[in-house]
């Protein structure tokens, strides 16, 4: 094993040609997944859960897939979201729209503040910082608990339809309803990641994954690049933090919790880090898992334990790896799947 | 007054020694192995855990404060050869994502061997009580934790510093390859390190558990912990684990009756000041 990155889109000529087709390909089968999945399920509740915290995976991604970046962080703004929209609506009777608009704005801000602080440290260093300031955010949330209720957490989180004035054009109070907005959501935000990741931008941030010294020699400000991703990143987080409360009507404390960042991290490696695709994938089978087994076998927490292992031993681009490799060589494609999926 | 102080501040230098305990592990495996084990946690646990099976199968507390810490060793030294070895060579987000795969195994498999619930362990028979000087009075558990917590620093100092085997482990913290190449053993050495690491892990859990219980949960807030004082008193440095390991104990006993959270948060501030202004902590080596 040479690989020195969490590497599964490798970058050779044939294996980036497949890589647009595939590309377009998953974008429509995200679509198609999108439909199909209320459809499916058992409840639209399960669906919109499953599609809020694939946004959180594919944000989370953006950071470890695609610029290497390994942050116990996330939760900060997954929480923050959750909180900051929800004492919106409560307190200033703020929209919809105004609630979520909050809880990105927020998000991008505190991400800003975080990944300022947070990479000028490297590898052990930043981690350890991402968890110190995590753990920070947790006791603060558990200090305020005048604002977000502490231990009970934050309740009677209302769901506000999308309104003009005073007149109502879409209530969400329907659980199908709300499964199409966050939908919406979702699938703007794939498209609009697909585009920033296809893009030069994405380019250098794989660049950094790949060789942070190099890029930096080639003349990139890693560290602006690295800041923007960690404001994108957690933009996209507080928003899926803000829906989750909605969905939930009530806000946790364990939404802020560290154990919240590792679930989110868990979601991402799974379903494979540098897909976009792989987050919904992994988010998907871990949110299913859960609501199927953990009434029959409460500790199902330890499959996880399992995979999470195997993934980063054997199958480095977790599920999405897999199937792409199985996709490729029906397509009798040239390039070697095992190869370039991370087996080396 | 002054007596409630002085309660605290020996209630947090037990404290301090305990977090002492388990950092120093941690820190020797990161100094030696360069690894980062987020499994460090779960070891405590099952140090907690084993100690309440001993107890409640023999009834006594010295077998399961020598047979407890034992077993754990063991369990990491069969973990370390079977996966942990091939690990190491793999860069430490890695290390992390496979250690914290470890901890969820470990945490999840402690539940279905003894349950979701907490289990509280008696205080052993001949530490009750209370020791009374003047109108001062201290629980003998509390000071015996304190004593025998120093005489494993005391023992594992000269381990470490007058040792054939702790020079092979400081030399080895220096360069892996150089003692390698000089002829000795490097994989039983690493193997031998985390198993004691991981062992001094699951000593503090046998000592704690008549103070605090087994519980299933406490995990990652031991590793929290022992990551604040490993990064305080600087990565990889025994004596920055003891200084740091005291300073955060007797800080956080003193702010418990003021503001328990307050004392988390301050703690983990305090982490993340040091990372930023002087990552190598008090005492790690610039």
Redesign the interface.
Known sequence: MTTKTLDTVAASPGRRRFKGRLGAGTTLAMLAVMVLLPLVLPSATLATEILIFAMAALACNLLLGFTGLLSFGQAIFFGAGAYISALAMIHLNAGLIGALLIAVVSGCVLALGVGMLCIRRKGIYFVMLTLALTQMAYFLAYTLSDWTGGDNGLLDVPRPPLAVGETTLISFASPLAFYALVASLFALIYVVARRITDSPFGSTLLAIRENEQRASALGYDTRLFKIMVFVLSGGITALAGALYGMLLNFVPLSNIELLMSEQILIMTIIGGTGSLFGSLLGAGAIVLLGDLLSSIWPRWMLLLGVALIAVVIFMRGGLWGGLSSLLERRRGSHTKPHKEAGHD | MLNVYLFQILNGLGLGMIYFLISVGLTLIFGLLNF?NFAHGAFFLVGSYLCYTLVSLTGNFWLALIAGPLLVALLAWALERS?IQ??Y??????Q???T??????I???S??IWG?VGKSIPTPEALQGVVRIGNFAYPYYRLFLIGFSALVAVVLWLLLERTRFGALVRAGSESTEMVSLLGSNIFRLFSITFALGVGLAGLAGVLSAPLRGAHPFIG?EVL?LA??VV?IGG?GSFTGALVAGLIVGVVQSLMTSLWP??A??MI??A??VV??LR?HGLFGRA
């Open positions: 980062v996966l091939r690990i060579h793999l860069p430490h987000t890695f992390i994502l496979v914290l795969g470890i901890a969820l195994i945490q999840e498999l539940i279905m979701p990652p929290g990551f604040v990064v990565m959270q307050g988390s948060l983990y501030a982490m993340a990372i930023l990552p």
